[in-house]
């Protein structure tokens, strides 16, 4: 399996488990910031965890749980029951040190998001009703977007994330954009991950992550379920004809700022749209 991609292991359960420890290695050494878990839940099934140091953003991809966290009974939680009725996600807000229960009220698929944490946010509900669909792009790059916790709104101490519908025969993520610098406010430095969904059975994406180099070049068959790991380099995706797409993005880095670079191949075509080339627009710029 190549390092960059993780497939799901097994049907239920906790079927991603990605940590700082295991997403290291010979393409990204120093990888230090994202985790992402993947619990696919049954009726009546359970999963707990300790945030420990870091902070952690729940999301309800698709069914209802309810959820106990930072000593406080959120309730059932959770609206669409499959992600293709691209509803607005609901997600829990969760600081480092404390822990959290989620009991399936239907079958459930919950998204555990983490970063390094300072305790400087407290517990609340995101998404829901408040958070409301982004379209951006024109033609066969247009997408719709929720921002689940981006840096526009001052929620959490190192996460950024959102997830992304991309319509069959469109590219998302792109043009290329890269984050990889820590050279505010000019670029940051920010990993990132994808949990990509497809549609229907048998259906795929493409995603590649490079370098303008060349020393990081790879290319990638998603299938419904997959994640992905973006260490540095550009990374556009895209679905195609037949295909709808939708991905969970987690970020984190050394601040929460999430400002890219196109690139400068393809820059042209942000510029074309009225779109800025980088991202001084948090929340709002062309690259999700």
Same mark, same amino acid.
């Given at each position: 399996?190549?390092?960059?991609?993780?497939?799901?292991?097994?049907?239920?359960?906790?079927?991603?488990?990605?940590?700082?420890?295991?997403?290291?290695?010979?393409?990204?050494?120093?990888?230090?910031?994202? %985790?992402?878990?993947?619990?696919?839940?049954?009726?009546?099934?359970?999963?707990?965890?300790?945030?420990?140091?870091?902070?952690?953003?729940?999301?309800?991809?698709?069914?209802?749980?309810?959820?106990?966290?930072?000593?406080?009974?959120?309730?059932?939680?959770?609206?669409?029951?499959?992600?293709?009725?691209?509803?607005?996600?609901?997600?829990?807000?969760?600081?480092? %040190?404390?822990?959290?229960?989620?009991?399936?009220?239907?079958?459930?698929?919950?998204?555990?998001?983490?970063?390094?944490?300072?305790? %400087?946010?407290?517990?609340?509900?995101?998404?829901?009703?408040?958070?409301?669909?982004?379209?951006?792009?024109?033609?066969?790059?247009?997408?719709?977007?929720?921002?689940?916790?981006?840096?526009?709104?001052?929620?959490?101490?190192?996460?950024?994330?959102?997830?992304?519908?991309?319509?069959?025969?469109?590219?998302?993520?792109?043009?290329?954009?890269?984050?990889?610098?820590?050279?505010?406010?000019?670029?940051?430095?920010?990993?990132?991950?994808?949990?990509?969904?497809?549609?229907?059975?048998?259906?795929?994406?493409?995603?590649?992550?490079?370098?303008?180099?060349?020393?990081?070049?790879?290319?990638?068959?998603?299938?419904?379920?997959?994640?992905?790991?973006?260490?540095?380099?550009?990374?556009?995706?895209?679905?195609?004809?037949?295909?709808?797409?939708?991905?969970?993005?987690?970020?984190?880095?050394?601040?929460?700022?999430?400002?890219?670079?196109?690139?400068?191949?393809?820059?042209?075509?942000?510029?074309?749209?009225?779109?800025?080339?980088?991202?001084?627009?948090?929340?709002?710029?062309?690259?999700?």
């Amino acid at each position: 399996m190549r390092h960059l991609l993780r497939r799901p292991r097994g049907n239920f359960g906790k079927v991603h488990d990605i940590t700082v420890e295991n997403a290291r290695g010979p393409l990204s050494p120093d990888w230090g910031y994202v %985790g992402f878990g993947l619990h696919h839940l049954r009726p009546g099934d359970s999963a707990a965890e300790a945030t420990g140091a870091r902070e952690a953003i729940l999301v309800l991809v698709e069914g209802k749980a309810r959820i106990e966290g930072a000593g406080h009974d959120w309730g059932e939680l959770g609206e669409r029951l499959s992600v293709w009725e691209r509803t607005p996600p609901h997600a829990l807000y969760l600081p480092p %040190g404390v822990d959290w229960r989620a009991v399936a009220t239907t079958d459930c698929t919950l998204a555990v998001c983490t970063a390094p944490g300072k305790g %400087g946010h407290a517990a609340r509900l995101l998404g829901g009703a408040d958070c409301a669909m982004l379209t951006r792009g024109k033609g066969g790059n247009t997408r719709h977007i929720y921002n689940i916790a981006m840096e526009d709104a001052d929620v959490a101490d190192s996460l950024l994330v959102t997830e992304v519908f991309t319509p069959n025969g469109h590219w998302s993520s792109y043009p290329g954009h890269r984050h990889d610098e820590d050279d505010f406010p000019r670029i940051t430095c920010l990993e990132e991950t994808y949990y990509f969904r497809l549609d229907r059975p048998g259906a795929w994406g493409l995603q590649r992550v490079y370098t303008e180099d060349g020393t990081l070049d790879e290319a990638m068959a998603v299938r419904d379920g997959d994640v992905t790991l973006v260490p540095r380099g550009h990374h556009p995706c895209a679905a195609p004809y037949g295909f709808e797409m939708y991905y969970l993005n987690t970020m984190a880095g050394p601040r929460r700022n999430w400002r890219f670079i196109a690139d400068p191949a393809s820059a042209f075509v942000l510029e074309r749209d009225g779109q800025a080339a980088g991202g001084e627009e948090p929340g709002t710029t062309g690259a999700t």
